[in-house]
Every structure is written in structure tokens, then in C-alpha cells.
């Protein structure tokens, strides 16, 4: 079963810096993500997803691979480089995989404008390696579908980041 975490951080910088944080940790073997998906909301409260994958550009690059070879078969491989193309692009656009487009859009509307939420869909994770390596990235802990444990445990490392910030002495 996957879990699902939504973070608020301030700026979309630094969500993406900590979806980075995230994407190495599970280049380490630490995390499995099914999706990992940046929001941000804008002054007006347009709200916009910068998805790890852009499956229309997928779509349509395998599209025109296949349109191709089969244009080939036929003598009119730019018509059919053409035509797989777009009819890639347009599959890719209509699929989702990973977190519902709709349920990001809705979470992030409870954002302030002009910040940035991380949603993450985890299947796997050794939470204490994990939770380490996340300690005093900062952020709030906006929606989660871990138990109270693992939930508590999160909250106490995005919270580190603000007790380091008042403790440490400002020079002027």
C-alpha cells in the first residue's frame, strides 16, 4: 500500500529542491516514489503541477517512433512520423499515472499564494534513514496517510529546521 504526504514550503525553489532531496534518496535505495509532483499557486490562486514526467512529450516521441516504422510499411514515413506523433502526444495527455490530477489541484488550493507544496506518493521507505535525511528541510506538513507514529516522527523533522533558524544568533 502507498502512502501519500503533501508539504507546504514557501516558495517553489525550495520545493523542488527538497523533491531533489527526495529523488536521491531514492537513487540510494532508501525510497521507492510512485510520483513525486511539485504544486504551486500563484498571486491570482492559479494553481499549477510540475509533474516528474511529462507524459505528453512521451506520448508524442513514441508516437512518432511508431508512426515511422509503420510509414515506412507504407512509403510515407513523414505522414506517418506525422500522424504518431500527435496521436501519441494526445494518449499522453488523456493518461495519469501516479497522484490524481484533480485531488493536487483541490489539496493545493488551502496554499497561500505565491508558495509551493511537494506531494509525494511513497510505496516503500526505511522511514528512520529517511526521516534523517529530511530532518531541518522545513515546510508543513499540510495531508498525510501515514499511521500517527510516522506522522508525528515527520512533523518533528520539518520542525527542525524552524527551531534551528531562532536558535541560531542573527549578526548585524
Known amino acids: 500500500m502507498s502512502d501519500l504526504v503533501f508539504i507546504a514550503?514557501?516558495?517553489?525553489?525550495?520545493a523542488e529542491e527538497v523533491r531533489q532531496k527526495v529523488l536521491s534518496l531514492q537513487r540510494e535505495y532508501l525510497i521507492e516514489l510512485g510520483d513525486a509532483v511539485v504544486v504551486t499557486k500563484?498571486?491570482?490562486?492559479?494553481?499549477k503541477l510540475n509533474q516528474m514526467l511529462n507524459l505528453t512529450t512521451a506520448g508524442a516521441a513514441s508516437g512518432a517512433l511508431w508512426?515511422?516504422?509503420?510509414?515506412f510499411i507504407f512509403l510515407a514515413p513523414l505522414l506517418g512520423t506525422a500522424l504518431g506523433a500527435a496521436s501519441g502526444a494526445l494518449g499522453g495527455k488523456l493518461s495519469d499515472v501516479g497522484i490524481n490530477?484533480?485531488?493536487?489541484k483541490d489539496a493545493a488550493g488551502a496554499l497561500q499564494p505565491n508558495s509551493a507544496?511537494?506531494?509525494?506518493?511513497?510505496?516503500?521507505?526505511?522511514?528512520d534513514k529517511v526521516l534523517a535525511d529530511l530532518k531541518g528541510v522545513g515546510g508543513t506538513l499540510m495531508r498525510?496517510?501515514?499511521?500517527?507514529?510516522?506522522?508525528?516522527a515527520l512533523r518533528e523533522a520539518l520542525a527542525a529546521?524552524?527551531?534551528?533558524?531562532?536558535?541560531?544568533?542573527?549578526?548585524?
Open 9 to 14: 514550503f514557501p516558495t517553489e525553489q525550495k
Open 101 to 104: 490530477d484533480q485531488f493536487m
Open 117 to 127: 507544496g511537494l506531494f509525494l506518493l511513497i510505496r516503500k521507505m526505511t522511514a
Open 161 to 172: 529546521h524552524a527551531a534551528t533558524e531562532t536558535a541560531a544568533p542573527s549578526n548585524p
Open 42 to 47: 500563484d498571486e491570482k490562486g492559479q494553481v
Open 144 to 152: 498525510t496517510s501515514f499511521d500517527e507514529t510516522k506522522e508525528a
Open 67 to 71: 508512426g515511422t516504422l509503420i510509414g
